[in-house]
């Protein structure tokens, strides 16, 4: 089988109310576009109807597909498991809520054909458009800790955490067979890992719309992640890049 060019990975966890909706634009889109695709939604440990419902969208659509497995292991653990699964030249993980939109895929796209290995959505930015902002705490908290990743581990990198990322596949592998966190601080982990191993990282401006339904909780998440940031900054380079984990079997 050819390669496709693009792979999206969806983690998913408990999106039952939305996950439908998310398939079909993305098949909308995708379907409109003359790159080749393919879409692997990564269900993490799902106890609602989410795994039925995708299952069911896939039987209809092969260039779909399902991984999923239980229990619960956090939204790093499924991103990196869809990351090293997808198969395709250049590998985008999209939040299951499509908080950045399918189509500003094509304001990434540019970035890998001029030369950088990866390239990430910006929402701090000023040419990007929060059309739906987050509350102002969460939008606050949010400034405070990308602050705090700049001056601890990733200088001039304004957004880590936005769900909207792409790889070339090689630096995917290469990154994401590094990782080690399982929960919400997996974005900076891989950014870091990716700037320790020499990549070229495009910080990209994009149209941005809160949705609600987050699952990070502010004070446990948030707390982890400012633990998990300083261990990082406290790693040695070699001792961040020495773990390597195999990929997934599909």
Same mark, same amino acid.
């Given at each position: 089988?050819?390669?496709?060019?693009?792979?999206?990975?969806?983690?998913?966890?408990?999106?039952?109310?939305?996950?439908?909706?998310?398939?079909?634009?993305?098949?909308?889109?995708?379907?409109?576009?003359?790159?080749?695709?393919?879409?692997?939604?990564?269900?993490?440990?799902?106890?609602?109807?989410?795994?039925?419902?995708?299952?069911?969208?896939?039987?209809?659509?092969?260039?779909?597909?399902?991984?999923?497995?239980?229990?619960?292991?956090?939204?790093?653990?499924?991103?990196?498991?869809?990351?090293?699964?997808?198969?395709?030249?250049?590998?985008?993980?999209?939040?299951?809520?499509?908080?950045?939109?399918?189509?500003?895929?094509?304001? #990434?796209?540019?970035? +890998?054909?001029?030369?950088?290995? *990866?390239?990430?959505?910006?929402?701090?930015? &000023?040419? =990007?458009? %929060?059309?739906?902002?987050?509350?102002?705490?969460?939008?606050?908290?949010?400034?405070?800790?990308?602050?705090?990743?700049?001056?601890?581990?990733?200088?001039?990198?304004?957004?880590?955490?936005?769900?909207?990322?792409?790889?070339?596949?090689?630096?995917?592998?290469?990154?994401?067979?590094?990782?080690?966190?399982?929960?919400?601080?997996?974005?900076?982990?891989?950014?870091?890992?990716?700037?320790? #191993?020499?990549?070229? +990282?495009?910080?990209?401006?994009? *149209?941005?719309?809160?949705?609600?339904?987050? &699952?990070? =909780?502010? %004070?446990?998440?948030?707390?982890?992640?400012?633990?998990?940031?300083?261990?990082?900054?406290?790693?040695?380079?070699?001792?961040?890049?020495?773990?390597?984990?195999?990929?997934?079997?599909?």
């Amino acid at each position: 089988m050819t390669v496709p060019d693009l792979a999206v990975v969806v983690p998913a966890y408990n999106e039952e109310h939305r996950i439908e909706k998310t398939l079909i634009r993305l098949r909308e889109y995708l379907s409109a576009q003359k790159y080749t695709w393919s879409v692997l939604v990564v269900s993490d440990g799902s106890n609602d109807q989410t795994n039925a419902i995708v299952r069911e969208f896939c039987s209809e659509n092969p260039e779909f597909q399902l991984h999923d497995y239980s229990p619960n292991r956090g939204k790093g653990y499924a991103v990196r498991t869809g990351m090293l699964m997808a198969d395709a030249r250049m590998v985008l993980f999209s939040d299951a809520d499509l908080a950045a939109p399918i189509e500003e895929i094509e304001k #990434l796209l540019p970035m +890998i054909e001029q030369g950088y290995d *990866v390239a990430i959505g910006s929402r701090p930015l &000023k040419e =990007s458009q %929060l059309e739906v902002r987050q509350p102002w705490y969460r939008e606050m908290l949010g400034r405070t800790f990308n602050t705090a990743v700049q001056i601890l581990a990733i200088r001039g990198i304004q957004d880590t955490q936005c769900g909207f990322k792409l790889f070339r596949k090689p630096v995917s592998d290469d990154v994401f067979s590094r990782c080690k966190l399982e929960r919400f601080s997996f974005d900076f982990e891989a950014l870091l890992i990716a700037r320790d #191993l020499g990549y070229k +990282i495009a910080e990209v401006p994009i *149209v941005w719309r809160h949705q609600e339904g987050s &699952k990070v =909780s502010l %004070l446990r998440d948030g707390t982890r992640m400012m633990v998990d940031l300083v261990k990082l900054r406290m790693m040695g380079k070699a001792q961040r890049l020495k773990h390597i984990i195999e990929p997934k079997e599909s």
